[in-house]
């Protein structure tokens, strides 16, 4: 057996991969590098690459400036516990956010992954409210369709089909589930598209300790784009009712829908915002909880502390990469190169809208997807994918690509033709 075949054959019989059976593993590919925006495969193809490693890989791979943030941070210190010690690349960190965040944000709480920013939030807004001397406002109102990570709490306000919560019954809070909402991003808003979100805020508010949202793009719960006055009616709302504004912004951040932020389409500030995947440019794994001075100062009061601290809370390794991350998406016209991926997703998949099979076409920012009738064949059209020399990675009903910002024109238009020709040979 060769070395590749060694390992795969070690990978399928031991190793979970996510959302697999251990029994019946679906086929994995063994990647040994990567660089820019390519894949490089162990039996020596190169793959174009559509997925930035889940919103992750926003510079694209082994990019000389991470690299070097990583090794001179490594060559000082890995890693010190974060309790009654600190240090330069977290406060840099805490220095870059607080300078891109919406304004009013202003106390930063590292953490190890997106999951666990989303429980910290919602342990913020929970606190938030005993604090205030209402310890009976803790529950959390949320749409269909969003996904948060996969830990408990988080679990509770994903979707509740596709989160799968049947599976998980009794095991967290039931929690208060809003239509998902209807109104596309690119139409005109419709007003009623409220009315079912503003009935629950207010049947539910004296319960409520926040209202939890993936801001303008749902991802992984359905990849869907939603009118950025929806946002606003729900700012508005949680204002009105007296509930905290969670946003999670793990998936949108960073620039993927075109805006620095989500919620920058909308001009709201959240009370709580999540951050995490691209935070790092895909190096590692990162993630904050930022809240305002009114949600820090309420938790904090009568001597108050805030119930959570990690391990790897503020890893140094994490924390310079991200800063060199965030000082190399703002150092580059990524808004302009972001402006040109999506011109090119909404020329490209334009083609798939009439195919038979195909229930929808949509693109915002570097997200661009394909919406099929039927779920799809992951392992089959993956084979096909890899095979023409690009990575694309469905789940359910939806073929999509989310590149690296750094992706060639030439790249794209081939991941693009690529993708349309997977869907005319295994839909119609
Ligand atoms: C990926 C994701 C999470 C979970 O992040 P992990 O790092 O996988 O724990 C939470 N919310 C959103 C919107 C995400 O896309």
Same mark, same amino acid.
């Given at each position: 057996m060769n070395r590749t075949a060694e390992l795969l054959a070690f990978d399928q019989r031991h190793l979970w991969h996510p959302y697999t059976s251990a029994l019946h593993p679906l086929p994995v590919y063994m990647v040994a590098g990567a660089a820019g925006s390519r894949l490089h495969l162990a039996d020596g193809r190169e793959l174009i690459d559509g997925m930035s490693?889940?919103?992750?890989?926003?510079?694209?791979?082994n990019h000389p400036v991470l690299n070097a943030a990583l090794t001179e941070q490594a060559a000082r210190m890995s890693h010190v516990m974060f309790g009654g010690i600190t240090h330069e690349p977290a406060v840099r960190l805490g220095q870059a956010l607080l300078q891109i965040v919406p304004a009013g944000l202003e106390h930063v709480f590292l953490c190890d992954s997106g999951s666990v920013s989303v429980?910290?939030?919602i342990k913020m807004a929970m606190q938030y409210w005993s604090a205030g001397g209402h310890p009976e406002k803790k529950r959390l109102l949320t749409v269909r369709g969003g996904y948060h990570g996969d830990t408990f709490m988080a679990m509770s306000v994903c979707d509740p089909v596709t989160g799968m919560h049947h599976l998980f019954r009794g095991a967290f809070?039931?929690?208060?589930?809003?239509e998902r909402p209807s109104c596309r991003f690119h139409a005109p808003y419709n007003p009623a598209d409220a009315a079912d979100f503003l009935t629950k805020i207010e049947r539910h508010a004296h319960e409520l300790a926040a209202v939890i949202l993936e801001p303008i793009c749902q991802g992984a719960g359905g990849m869907w784009f939603y009118h950025p006055d929806y946002l606003r009616m729900v700012r508005d709302a949680c204002d009105r009712f007296g509930c905290l504004l969670i946003l999670d912004e793990i998936a949108t951040g960073f620039g993927r829908t075109g805006r620095l932020f989500g919620a920058s389409w909308a001009d709201i500030r959240p009370d709580i915002l999540c951050l995490g995947k691209a935070l790092t440019g895909g190096y590692m794994t990162l993630a904050a909880a930022l809240a305002t001075r009114a949600v820090a100062e309420q938790i904090s009061r009568d001597g108050g502390v805030f119930m959570h601290g990690p391990t790897f809370m503020g890893n140094p390794l994490a924390c310079a990469v991200a800063c060199a991350s965030i000082g190399l998406l703002l150092a580059e016209d990524w808004q302009g190169r972001v402006h040109r991926i999506e011109e090119l997703l909404k020329a490209e998949l334009e083609e798939a809208r009439n195919l038979s099979g195909v229930t929808d076409v949509r693109c915002l920012g570097a997200i661009g997807v394909v919406e099929t009738a039927a779920p799809v064949n992951v392992p089959q059209i993956q084979a096909f994918f890899v095979d023409n020399g690009v990575w694309i990675r469905p789940?359910? $009903? +939806?073929?999509?690509?989310?590149?690296?910002?750094?992706?060639?024109?030439?790249? +794209?238009? $081939? +991941?693009? $033709?690529? +993708?349309?020709?997977?869907?005319? $040979?295994?839909?119609?």
């Open positions: 490693s889940w919103w992750c890989a926003i510079h694209g791979y429980e910290a939030a809070p039931e929690q208060v589930f809003a789940f359910g $009903r +939806l073929i999509y690509v989310m590149p690296p910002y750094v992706i060639s024109e030439e790249d +794209l238009t $081939r +991941l693009c $033709r690529v +993708l349309v020709a997977g869907v005319k $040979r295994f839909h119609r």
